[in-house]
C-alpha cells in the first residue's frame, strides 16, 4: 500500500475511503506524518471530524493501531471540535510530552466542553501518578493547575469535574475541597463530592456515605451506593442492601452492582436470590452480575454491567 497516495486521497471528499485504508495510516512515519499535516489544511471541517473519529473507533477496536501522534499535533487546532476529538483519542496514550499542550486546553479562552475534556485526560494522568508512571514533577503540575481552576473557576460544571480528576489523589487540601463541596446546597455539586468521597478510596467519608443512602433525593442516593461500594472495608452489604427496593430503577441496578463490587460469598448468594426470582430486569442484572464475577478468578476485579429497564 502507497501510504503517501492514500493520504493524498483522503484530502478529496469525492474520493470515499475505507476503514480499512485508515488502517495504513496507523504508526506512519516522520515524513508520512508530515504529508498527511499538510495534506490535511485542504481536508474541508466536516471529512477532518470524520476522519478523527473513524481514528478513534479503529484504535478501540484494535489496541495495536497508534494515531497518537496526530492526536497530539492536532491538541493546538484552531477548531474545537477537532481539538476534544483529538483529547478522546489520547485516552490510552502515557507519554508527557501531551501535558503541557493538555494544560494549555484549560485556558478560559477555549470552550467549556474542550476544558472539560482537557480535564477528564488529565485526571487519566493523576491516576498515571498514583501507578508512579509519571514522575512527580509532572503530577505536581497537573494538580497545582487544576486546584488553580477549582478555586478561582465559577463554572459549575468545570469545577465538578475537577473536583472529580483530583480527587483520587486525596491530599489534605483536596479533601478540603471535597468537604466544603458537599456542605453546598447545591445538588449538583454535592452529587460530585459524594463520587469524589468514593474516588478517594478513603474510610473517613463513610459515616457521610452511609448518611446519605437515605437521602430524599436519588441522585444523592445513586452516588452514595456507589460510592460505598468504594469504601467499604469489608464484605459487608447490609447498608446497601435495603436499595434493591427503591423506587428508581437505575438505583436498583446500582446497587445489584456495587454488591458484585464489594464481593464475598454473602454478595454471591444475595444475587443468587435476586437471580432466580422472577424474569424481571433485575434477575437478568444480577444473573449477568454474577457471570462477571464467576468468569474472574479474583472476586476483587469486577465490570459494572449495564442494563436497559425496558
Not at 495504513?24 to 490535511?40: A, C
Not at 495495536?64 to 493546538?76: A, G, P, V
Not at 482537557?118 to 491516576?127: E, N
Not at 442516593?221 to 472495608?233: D, P, Q, T
Amino acid at each position: 500500500m502507497d501510504v503517501i497516495n492514500l493520504i493524498n486521497n483522503i484530502s478529496d471528499d469525492n474520493i470515499p475511503y475505507k476503514h480499512s485504508d485508515l488502517i495504513h495510516i496507523s504508526s506512519i512515519n516522520k515524513k508520512q506524518l508530515e504529508v498527511f499535516f499538510k495534506t490535511w489544511k485542504g481536508i474541508s471541517k466536516t471529512r477532518k471530524i470524520d476522519l478523527l473519529k473513524k481514528f478513534i473507533l479503529l484504535s478501540e477496536e484494535n489496541v495495536e493501531l497508534d494515531y497518537s501522534q496526530i492526536f497530539i499535533r492536532f491538541l493546538t487546532d484552531e477548531e474545537p471540535e477537532i481539538n476534544q476529538l483529538s483529547l478522546e483519542g489520547l485516552w490510552e496514550y502515557e507519554g508527557r510530552e501531551i501535558i503541557d499542550p493538555v494544560i494549555s486546553l484549560l485556558d478560559k479562552i477555549h470552550s467549556v466542553e474542550v476544558r472539560i475534556s482537557a480535564i477528564s485526560l488529565l485526571g487519566i494522568y493523576i491516576m498515571h501518578a498514583l501507578d508512579k508512571k509519571i514522575i512527580k514533577r509532572d503530577a505536581d503540575k497537573i494538580i497545582n493547575q487544576l486546584k488553580l481552576i477549582f478555586k478561582n473557576e465559577k463554572d459549575i460544571n468545570i469545577r465538578k469535574k475537577v473536583l472529580e480528576a483530583i480527587s483520587p489523589y486525596g491530599d489534605e487540601e483536596i479533601n478540603i475541597f471535597i468537604n466544603q463541596t458537599y456542605k453546598s446546597n447545591n445538588i449538583e455539586f454535592k452529587k460530585s463530592a459524594i463520587f469524589s468521597m468514593g474516588q478517594t478510596y478513603n474510610e473517613k467519608w463513610l459515616p457521610k456515605i452511609l448518611s446519605e443512602l437515605d437521602s430524599i433525593n436519588p441522585g444523592i442516593r445513586f452516588e452514595a451506593v456507589n460510592a460505598y461500594a468504594k469504601l467499604c472495608n469489608s464484605n459487608n452489604i447490609s447498608p446497601i442492601v435495603k436499595l434493591i427496593k427503591d423506587n428508581d430503577h437505575e438505583i436498583r441496578i446500582a446497587t445489584l452492582n456495587a454488591i458484585g463490587v464489594i464481593g464475598g460469598e454473602t454478595s454471591i448468594k444475595f444475587l443468587e436470590t435476586i437471580s432466580n426470582k422472577s424474569n424481571s430486569s433485575l434477575s437478568k442484572a444480577a444473573n449477568e452480575i454474577l457471570k462477571n464475577i464467576k468468569s474472574e478468578e479474583n472476586y476483587s476485579f469486577f465490570t459494572p454491567i449495564e442494563i436497559n429497564p425496558n
